[in-house]
């Protein structure tokens, strides 16, 4: 049996040092082909179809009514990356351990991710990233004629990959942050910017006194109460339709992950003044955002705020520029807690 082994050598490998550095930057450069491979494994479905065994390319061509020889050549790619094994005399495919992040029914899934994050929604903006940075301004409107969120509002099925994704990519990390926070007495909380309410789910689903709401633009709240429905929370849960720049609900507990790094700081000041003044006495914040480290930036908050930089008006922050929004806003930091890196947990309450 030939058996592909994953991470092969492109044979650029091994050498003098100006022959390792070529082969260190030839792979930057080519993993933006292999983030479309694997998106177009996530969208193939290959993971779930390889749950009865190994199958060949055409078997799974078949299944998604893709073109075989293209299917294979995908494969073949996947192989190359790690993600599959390639049996090469019995023409079959099947999974490395790997492969099982972006099979949709995993635990730790980043099947939805794989498919938004480098969408059309990203992936067009990321190619105007050298304008984006001589002009000094985002490229979402060049890129895709309005911004990010307005295109969302007009392609409903990128819309719901997208609030999909930031369930896959929250999940791991709102765990973390919600097996610290002390709800208290607290019975209502409000997840502002909260997608599908992956991150309102989880509080609720730990704390059997709190209910649940998700303040999400229209198009996207209609989601919450399905998303609530799947995770046995329903009637639990309620999404709401609304601006966080227009008002806020009231409620015990804030909830606000990858919200602030969307924005400038103006307009990050507007969300947040508007939280400020629907907190009733004792209410409580809680910011989850990727963290630029004190020395440098962490590798993940870094490339994540590439993101932002070509697609956003937002940025990724350091505690103290987290602290001085909040100051701003009539907020004081009184807790902060590190989870997974680069992520923080941050908690607030009125000055
Ligand atoms: C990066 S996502 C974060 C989602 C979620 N909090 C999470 O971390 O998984 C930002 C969210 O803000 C929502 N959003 C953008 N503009 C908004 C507005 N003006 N009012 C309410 N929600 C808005 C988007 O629809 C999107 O779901």
């Not at 450069?29 to 969208?43: E, F, L, N, P």
């Not at 903006?125 to 969302?152: D, H, M």
């Not at 309102?200 to 709240?221: F, Q």
Request: proline share 5%; charged share 20%; with cysteine.
């Amino acid at each position: 049996m030939t058996t592909t082994t994953p991470a092969e050598s492109t044979g650029d490998g091994a050498g003098t040092p100006e022959q390792d550095h070529f082969s260190q930057v030839y792979h930057l450069i080519m993993a933006a082909w292999g983030s479309q491979a694997v998106r177009a494994i996530a969208s193939l479905s290959v993971a779930e179809h390889l749950d009865s065994g190994p199958l060949s390319a055409q078997d799974i061509a078949l299944r998604e009514s893709s073109d075989p020889a293209m299917t294979y050549r995908v494969l073949r790619a996947g192989a190359a990356l790690g993600l599959l094994t390639h049996d090469t005399e019995q023409g079959t495919f099947s999974p490395t351990p790997m492969l099982a992040v972006l099979h949709e029914d995993s635990p730790v899934s980043l099947k939805h991710y794989a498919q938004a994050a480098i969408g059309p929604a990203f992936w067009l903006p990321a190619v105007l990233l050298p304008e984006a940075v001589a002009a000094g301004s985002p490229q979402a409107v060049q890129a895709l004629g309005s911004t990010v969120f307005e295109y969302f509002g007009k392609n409903p099925e990128e819309a719901r990959a997208f609030g999909a994704a930031m369930t896959d990519l929250s999940t791991p990390v709102i765990r973390e942050a919600a097996a610290v926070i002390d709800v208290g007495t607290a019975t209502t909380v409000l997840d502002v910017g909260g997608a599908h309410g992956v991150f309102v789910s989880e509080l609720v689903h730990r704390n059997p006194r709190l209910t649940g709401s998700v303040l999400e633009l229209a198009h996207v709240a209609e989601a919450v109460a399905v998303e609530a429905r799947e995770r046995g929370l329903e009637g639990r849960i309620t999404g709401i339709a609304g601006d966080f720049f227009e008002s806020v609900p009231t409620a015990d507990i804030y909830l606000l992950k990858h919200v602030l790094h969307d924005w400038d700081d103006t307009a990050c000041h507007a969300i947040l003044s508007n939280i400020r003044d629907a907190m009733p006495p004792g209410a409580r914040l809680f910011v989850v955002e990727m963290l630029i480290g004190e020395g440098g930036a962490s590798s993940g908050a870094a490339l994540m705020d590439m993101a932002m930089l070509f697609a956003t008006t937002g940025q990724e922050r350091d505690l103290s520029q987290f602290d001085a929004l909040l100051a701003a806003a009539g907020l004081c930091r009184t807790r902060a807690v590190a989870l997974r890196s680069p992520y923080c947990l941050i908690e607030a309450e009125v000055r």
